[in-house]
């Protein structure tokens, strides 16, 4: 019986800090997954990326920041979900937040997940496991 082959995740990682890329990195190369990261530094590089984005070449899989420098993640996860080629996108949103608040406004957004970033390495993993 032939084994199943994981496929090539194309994951978009917007991130501010580069303490975390690292980390995830990291986890993501121990873990063996294939999932190369397209690294963008903010908020608003992430929308002028998707804006540019050519039909598709959508990710599979997008990490998204809450808190960074000029839009945070909420305001490019409302952007995503305004245009019709992001509405089923699958959006992680990433945060070192743990308050209520924070993760009902990234559901109503159209968040697929909510992860602190105490604990998201494992948890990124096995998720991008179901995506591959």
Same mark, same amino acid.
């Given at each position: *019986?032939?084994s !199943?082959? !994981? /496929?090539? #995740?194309r994951v @978009?990682?917007?991130?501010?800090?580069?303490n975390d @890329?690292?980390?995830?990195?990291?986890?993501l190369h121990?873990?063996?997954?294939?999932?190369? $990261?397209?690294?963008?530094?903010d908020?608003? +590089?992430?929308?002028?990326?998707? &804006?540019?984005? /050519?039909?598709g070449?959508?990710?599979d $899989?997008? #990490? $998204?920041?809450?808190q *960074?420098?000029r /839009?945070?993640?909420? %305001? @490019? #996860?409302?952007?995503l979900r %305004? +245009?019709p &080629?992001?509405t089923?996108?699958p959006?992680?949103? $990433?945060?070192?937040s743990?308050?209520? @608040?924070?993760?009902?406004?990234? /559901? !109503?957004?159209g968040?697929?997940?909510f992860?602190?970033? !105490?604990? +998201?390495?494992?948890?990124v993993?096995?998720?991008?496991g179901?995506y591959?």
């Open positions: *019986m032939a !199943k082959q !994981k /496929k090539t #995740l @978009v990682l917007v991130e501010n800090d580069d @890329v690292f980390f995830l990195e990291r986890a121990r873990a063996g997954l294939d999932c190369p $990261l397209t690294r963008l530094a908020g608003q +590089h992430a929308i002028d990326y998707f &804006s540019q984005l /050519k039909e070449a959508l990710p $899989l997008v #990490l $998204l920041d809450v *960074m420098p /839009k945070d993640g909420f %305001e @490019v #996860l409302k952007w %305004e +245009h &080629s992001y089923q996108l959006v992680m949103m $990433l945060t070192s743990d308050d209520p @608040v924070d993760i009902r406004r990234a /559901k !109503k957004l968040a697929t997940e992860l602190t970033k !105490k604990t +998201h390495c494992q948890a993993i096995e998720m991008l179901r591959a």
